[in-house]
């Protein structure tokens, strides 16, 4: 299988889209993860999952401008590019 550049859409459910997007990492693709809707919350289970992030070198970026202190923020064009570069796009 060759590595495919995969996209998850963090928009209703960020807990889980965090551990997906850590999991696609077993199978060699580059993943890359965008929040999306509203901040994430500060939660136990928040805080494991961006752990997993960080060990499997996941660098999450958002659209959501109350992020912007902590993450990339992305603005239209650069979801669109983002959107556009990907393999596969999942949406949680």
């Known amino acids: 299988m060759s590595e495919k550049k995969l996209l998850v859409l963090a928009r209703r459910d960020h807990a889980e889209a965090m551990r997906v997007a850590a999991g696609l990492t077993i199978f060699g693709h580059a993943v890359n993860l965008i929040f999306m809707d509203r901040p994430v919350e500060e ?6 999952n961006a752990e997993l992030l960080e060990l499997t070198g996941i660098e999450p970026q958002t659209t959501v401008a109350a992020m912007a202190d902590d993450l990339p923020l992305l603005d ?6 983002a959107l556009a570069d990907a393999d596969a796009v999942l949406s949680l």
């Open 76 to 81: 239209a064009g650069g979801l669109a590019a």
């Open 43 to 48: 939660s136990a289970e928040n805080a494991a």
